[in-house]
């Protein structure tokens, strides 16, 4: 019997699966290519020769493979094996992904713990790798401190569709600063800016804005858009038509930039000129476009 089954050895499962032993557990593996353990076997991790070996070996089961579906296609077949165990999944995916597959695992008897992981391989194990918990709250409490190996462990709750709804909302954050900064770096590129002398202004711009964003909750959570900095909504969208512009003029694609002006330009119409840019938030909610 070992403490803890890691099923899924890409880039993630065997950081996760590292994490764990570096803390002195004992830890059993299964991967559908058989060769991504052999290094693990190295560092003391015992290979299942397959999943329902692998389940039956520990009380508690981390799964990390690419998509939900593949995470029940391995699952499916040894669902008697999950009986009194606790499932944690940690594989990317949707709320309903997550509250579907925890009903499955519930179905059969087990603990359904759903995770999201707010880092990259080699942040793993580490305090600024954060994973991100919810479902089964006493599947949570009984394997917590092996968790703890992880990173710094959030437990959101017994939805099990918060841990992905939060890391959903987190991705999304991180893809819009990541398409303004792409953008940034094209235009500022073609204008023979190397990048290296470009990103530090970025970065303390970007660290001034982020300033802002707790009077942005207050706005929202109180649906009071009400402009007090100066810069409304009508304002904004007169000036990013240069953004879109100075990007045309330098042979720079607007793909990433188009968006934000199409839903300036519906809060504009919509009578919200005089209103903070907050006042989006409530133009992405009326449609789901
Ligand atoms: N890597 C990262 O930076 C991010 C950080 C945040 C969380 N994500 C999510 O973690 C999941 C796993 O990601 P990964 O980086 O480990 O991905 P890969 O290295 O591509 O490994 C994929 C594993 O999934 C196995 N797999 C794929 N299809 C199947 C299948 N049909 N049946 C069984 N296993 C399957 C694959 O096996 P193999 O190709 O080695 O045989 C790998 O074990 C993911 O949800 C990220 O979004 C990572």
Not at 31 to 59: F, H, M, Y
Not at 115 to 139: D, E, K, N, T, W
Not at 141 to 170: C, V
């Amino acid at each position: 019997m070992s403490d803890i089954t890691v099923i899924g050895l890409g880039a993630m499962g065997t950081a996760l699966t590292e994490a764990f032993l570096d803390k002195g557990h004992v830890v059993t593996v299964w991967n559908r290519s058989p060769a991504k353990a052999q290094a693990l076997a190295a560092k003391g991790a015992i290979v299942a020769a397959s999943v329902e070996d692998a389940v039956r070996a520990s009380p508690v089961i981390v799964v990390c493979l690419l998509v939900y579906d593949t995470v029940h296609e391995a699952l499916a077949p040894v669902w008697e094996a999950l009986s009194g165990r606790t499932l944690v999944n940690l594989t990317n995916g949707t709320p309903e992904q997550a509250r579907a597959m925890s009903q499955w695992a519930v179905t059969h008897g087990a603990n359904y713990v759903d995770g999201g992981i707010m880092a990259v391989p080699p942040m793993i194990g580490g305090q600024h790798a954060l994973i991100l918990y919810s479902g089964s709250r006493q599947g949570f409490d009984m394997h917590s401190e092996q968790l703890g190996a992880l990173g710094t462990s959030k437990y959101l709750g017994e939805d099990a569709g918060m841990a992905p709804l939060h890391d959903i909302a987190l991705l999304a954050g991180m893809y819009g600063l990541f398409g303004g900064v792409m953008q940034a770096l094209a235009l500022t590129g073609s204008a023979g800016i190397p990048a290296g002398e470009f990103v530090p202004l970025l970065m303390s711009w970007l660290q001034a804005m982020q300033g802002g964003l707790p009077k942005w909750a207050e706005q929202i959570d109180a649906g009071d858009h009400t402009s007090d900095v100066a810069s409304n909504l009508g304002m904004q969208a007169e000036a990013y038509v240069n953004l879109i512009d100075a990007s045309k003029a330098a042979g720079i694609s607007t793909e990433l930039m188009l968006p934000m002006q199409g839903l300036m330009k519906r809060g504009v119409a919509a009578g919200k000129a005089n209103a903070d840019l907050t006042s989006l938030v409530e133009l992405l909610r009326s449609q789901n476009r």
